[in-house]
């Protein structure tokens, strides 16, 4: 089983030299600190900054120096920095070719809802419905079930959605999972854990095919 830091870890290996990669709220943030240092990457933040590296270490934040979540960030030699319209031209110009989100639910047509829960104060959905409305690579890392153990891979959002049928892969604690017309499609199971673990958390459709490897970080 995985825990934040390897689920980023393992979605790290999806990114691809010379892509432009926006990262979510949570652990998408994560990913910059596990990205091969042979590959040349650019992230951005929907607030402003093409450029972003690693989190900084402890002593050495910059409290003016943040991303979309208010986080300190690291900026690499080049970044630029420019205002939000600038930003959302990237994203709705479909210039970013991975944007990496967190959920709160995934159904198995890749609906995703990821921005609010009835009855809790939010301040907006933020830029989530422009990335999933214009990226058309889209990788949610999540949790695999809540802390009440209930599965957040489901056939149906129960939560508001934040886009309709736009997710393309989803790794968890648990597992990497393809959506594909039919459901999510097992790819990989996280190290020590079996498929029937991954079956009995899972609400949606999951689809096995022949034998699942374990994933290599």
Known sequence: MLDKNGIAQRIAKEVKDG???NLGI???????NFVRDDIEVEFQSENGILGMGPFPVEGEEDADLINAGKQTITALPGASFFDSATSF???RGKHVDLTILGAMEVAENGDIANWKIPGK??????GAMDLVASAENIIVAMMHTNKAGDSKLLKKC???LTGVGCVTKIVTNLAVIEVV???FKLLERAPGVSVEEIQKATEGKLIVE???????L
């Not at 104060?121 to 933020?126: A, I, L, N, P, T």
């Open 26 to 32: 949570g652990i998408p943030t994560l990913v910059a």
């Open 19 to 21: 892509y432009y990669v």
């Open 121 to 126: 104060m939010v301040k907006g959905m933020g």
């Open 158 to 160: 129960s939560l508001p």
């Open 210 to 216: 022949g034998d699942i490897p374990e994933m290599i």
């Open 181 to 183: 017309e039919e459901g």
């Open 89 to 91: 031209g990237m994203i």
